[in-house]
């Protein structure tokens, strides 16, 4: 049995889920004639999907015990993956990877029916840590394909989310990824015709390719709302917002993000050179030369202590004046999955 002291910390630990606080910007003087400064963007960093799936692990480490197995990497992030890895996580790419009756946890962009019953088949524990705004598209492709529209899913095929999805409606179900690939399709019923897109996706870029979409099927039916997350738009925004104020713009983020990646685009479509970077030790000093201003971001699944590491860097080459920009409040929070909050509860008891 677990210890109280054990119980109080992962009360802790859920506690996060609700509140998010981020270290204070670090301010220096400017010295006598310089200008150099950082703009750090707010919203940046973590959203309410990466937070409840980096804490079910925590908890179901604290509360269950190494090892907890994950498929996939649980966030697209190498340094939470890693610092997880060192808490006894292990990491898969196959459910066929799990020994038969081990608990098994699925990452934050979701899984396809085929790997829940590939689970199920090998009596294993799942725990589910696909983010909500994930599940509403799924849920949204198992809709439109039980009317009978054929479905276009605007995405990058090689990504994690978009195999999930795929999977509900494999065989009316389509992936496009620009807009040449859109005049391409062929249906059985033009007139019923759905789409649906990733989470993740620039925002100028899905517009494009829903505007064609539409021009090729007039009567095309989408989604209630859009299916494009919350936070992967407000970053987006941010980056709009703030890109012409600025000589540099560097995105914090793991080279399989997309979210990230999108960050970087946004900020080039703009004119404004703009670098993915993992951690500060990636910054090139020749990226600095000449650059007086320099904005920092991060995508949903880069933890702040890595955006704080950029910040120390830059302040140590000169910027020390650092300017947080905030574009617009962020306030989404998700709750725990049931098979977490029954355990939660009974070890509190405990």
């Given at each position: 049995m677990r210890t109280r002291s054990n119980a109080r910390y992962i009360l802790r630990v859920v506690t996060a889920t609700v509140q998010i606080t981020l270290d204070a910007p670090r301010r220096t003087a400017l010295s006598p004639g310089s200008?150099?400064?950082?703009?750090?963007?707010?919203?940046?960093?973590?959203?309410?999907?990466?937070?409840?799936?980096i804490d079910i692990v925590n908890i179901a480490l604290e509360t269950f015990g190494a090892p907890i197995y994950v498929r996939k990497e649980i966030v697209h992030n190498s340094f939470v993956v890693n610092e997880l890895a060192g808490k006894g996580a292990i990491f898969v790419d196959d459910i066929d990877q799990v020994p038969e009756g081990?608990?098994?946890?699925?990452?934050?962009?979701?899984?396809?029916?085929?790997?829940?019953?590939?689970?199920?088949?090998?009596?294993l524990?799942?725990?589910?840590?696909?983010?909500?705004?994930?599940?509403?598209?799924?849920?949204?492709?198992?809709?439109?394909?039980?009317?009978g529209y054929s479905l276009v899913l605007i995405g990058h095929r090689d990504h994690d989310e978009i195999e999930g999805t795929l999977g509900e409606a494999p065989d009316v179900t389509q992936v496009v990824s620009s807009v040449e690939e859109v005049h391409a399709l062929q249906v059985p019923d033009p007139s019923r015709v759905a789409y649906l897109t990733q989470t993740t996706l620039s925002l100028d870029e899905a517009r494009d390719i829903i505007q064609a979409l539409k021009k090729k099927f007039p009567q095309i039916a989408g989604p209630h709302s859009q299916d494009i997350c919350y936070a992967t738009e407000n970053r987006q925004v941010a980056v709009k917002n703030v890109a012409h104020q600025a000589d540099l713009v560097l995105v914090v983020g793991s080279t399989n993000s997309s979210n990230s990646n999108r960050l970087v685009e946004v900020s080039q479509n703009l004119s404004t050179k703009s670098y993915l970077i993992d951690k500060a030790e990636d910054i090139q000093p020749a990226w600095l030369e000449g650059v007086n201003s320099v904005a920092v971001?991060?995508?949903?699944?880069?933890?702040?202590?890595?955006?704080?590491?950029?910040?120390?860097?830059?302040?140590?080459?000169?910027?020390?004046?650092?300017?947080?920009?905030?574009v617009m409040p962020e306030n989404v929070r998700f709750g725990l999955p049931p098979e977490i909050a029954q355990a939660v509860a009974a070890q509190a008891l405990a």
């Open positions: 200008d150099k400064r950082v703009l750090l963007l707010k919203p940046r960093g973590f959203c309410a999907g990466v937070v409840r799936a081990m608990r098994v946890i699925y990452s934050a962009h979701g899984v396809s029916p085929a790997v829940r019953e590939s689970s199920k088949q090998r009596g524990k799942v725990i589910d840590a696909t983010c909500p705004l994930v599940t509403k598209v799924h849920v949204e492709a198992i809709k439109f394909a039980k009317l971001t991060a995508g949903a699944s880069a933890p702040e202590v890595l955006v704080q590491g950029v910040v120390a860097l830059l302040i140590e080459r000169g910027y020390g004046d650092v300017d947080e920009v905030e």
